[in-house]
Nanobody, 114 residues
Framework: QVQLVESGGGLVQPGGSLRLSCAAS????????LGWYRQAPGNQRELVAT???????IYADSVKGRFTISRDGAKNTVALQMTSLKPEDTAVYYC???WGAGIWGQGTQVTVSS
């Protein structure tokens, strides 16, 4: 069974940085595209960023220039480097993989607050 496990969430002040990591239980080359989504209370889950197996990246307009997605085939991980964080970035962040109908991690909380 393919699993994704996130880590790296937490509490950070506005303007700060966090790095999220997602570890896959299989080689990520078999998963294809990977990405990060987020869901704030009362909101629908939304795309943050995706990265294809070839390295092509897509970002939500709200995070362009602040967040960077990357993947490491040797470690079977996908990471999200978040900088210049804003209170509106507060959400549960989910790792996603293009496996079958799509697989999700359990989520990690990111809170941006002073």
């Amino acid at each position: 069974q393919v699993q994704l496990v996130e880590s790296g969430g937490g509490l950070v002040q506005p303007g700060g940085s966090l790095r999220l990591s997602c570890a896959a239980s299989v080689t990520i080359f078999t998963i294809g595209s990977l990405g990060w989504y987020r869901q704030a209370p009362g909101n629908q889950r939304e795309l943050v960023a995706t990265i294809s197996s070839g390295g092509s990246k897509i970002y939500a307009d709200s995070v362009k220039g602040r967040f960077t997605i990357s993947r490491d085939g040797a470690k079977n991980t996908v990471a999200l480097q978040m900088t210049s964080l804003k209170p509106e970035d507060t959400a549960v962040y989910y790792c996603w993989g293009n496996w079958g109908a799509g697989i999700w991690g359990q989520g990690t909380q990111v809170t941006v607050s002073s």
